[in-house]
């Protein structure tokens, strides 16, 4: 972790630097500021991990730092330092991870800095893990998840034939030949593929690619017969849509 200590006085940043270095091993790096502006600086340039930050400073104080950043911005934990408690309050309203008293207690000063570093790894766990939701929700826009009973595929659209209802199941028939048994109702797939015009439901127990429809049969009521040779069915209410469907598109 980086830390960046903001003290007007000299004597604080070195009482700071010195716990830093002899009690706060996971802090591999530190910078100092002697006023609010160049602190500013220092954290726009070098992100750190953890601001020790004074309270009663010329110029600014350290409550002000927020008059310098968008919120957005602030991907740091703040410690604040100042030798009076009334500040306490407004330090917490500024979302400040802790609170020291000079002159600073060698415990206390541990115990901030855990609280900081524990912070900073679950910050870091949520970034990772809305990274990952934004992969999937890319891959989710080509494929889909199926659960089967060994774990979950991802599956392409453009390679899934059809699907038939199964009771609560549905059997998911693929490119390869190969078929599947989901533990979900055909109108979970119905419903998360309502936005995928190629995917048409002829029959309340079916739900098929347009892709992969090899012939339209009148024989013996209406049928669809998909690449894989599988007829379909399609429902009597469903015929003149399917009709007009195929008029507009072919």
């Not at 600014?60 to 950043?69: A, E, P, R, T």
Request: hydrophobic share 40%; aromatic share 10%; glycine share 2%.
């Amino acid at each position: 972790m980086k830390a960046i200590i903001i003290d007007d006085e000299n004597k604080a940043r070195r009482l700071i630097s010195t716990l830093i270095l002899e009690q706060c091993p996971e802090i591999t790096s530190h910078l100092e500021a002697s006023d609010l502006e160049s602190g500013v600086a220092l954290i726009k340039e070098h992100q750190p991990d953890i601001v020790f930050l004074d309270i009663e400073m010329p110029n600014h104080s350290g409550l002000q730092i927020m008059d310098f950043f968008e919120s957005s911005e602030i991907n740091f934990q703040i410690i604040f330092i100042t030798a009076y408690n009334e500040y306490a309050i407004q330090a917490f309203k500024l979302s400040a991870i802790d609170y020291l008293l000079k002159p600073i207690d060698i415990t206390e000063f541990k115990s901030a800095v855990d609280k900081a570093k524990t912070a900073i790894e679950k910050s870091s766990i949520t970034n990772k893990l809305d990274d990952l939701k934004k992969v999937f929700q890319q891959l989710s826009l080509n494929k889909m998840a199926l659960e089967i009973p060994k774990g979950i595929i991802f599956v392409s659209h453009d390679d899934i034939i059809l699907f038939e209802a199964d009771g609560m199941y549905t059997k998911v028939y693929m490119k390869n030949n190969e078929s599947q048994l989901i533990c979900k109702p055909l109108k979970h797939f119905v419903e998360q593929l309502e936005d995928k015009a190629f995917f048409y439901k002829p029959h309340r127990s079916y739900l098929v690619n347009l892709k992969y429809i090899k012939e339209f049969s009148k024989k013996d009521g209406f049928h669809l017969i998909m690449e894989n040779n599988k007829t379909i069915p399609i429902a009597k209410e469903k015929k003149e849509e399917f009709i007009q469907l195929i008029q507009n598109v072919f």
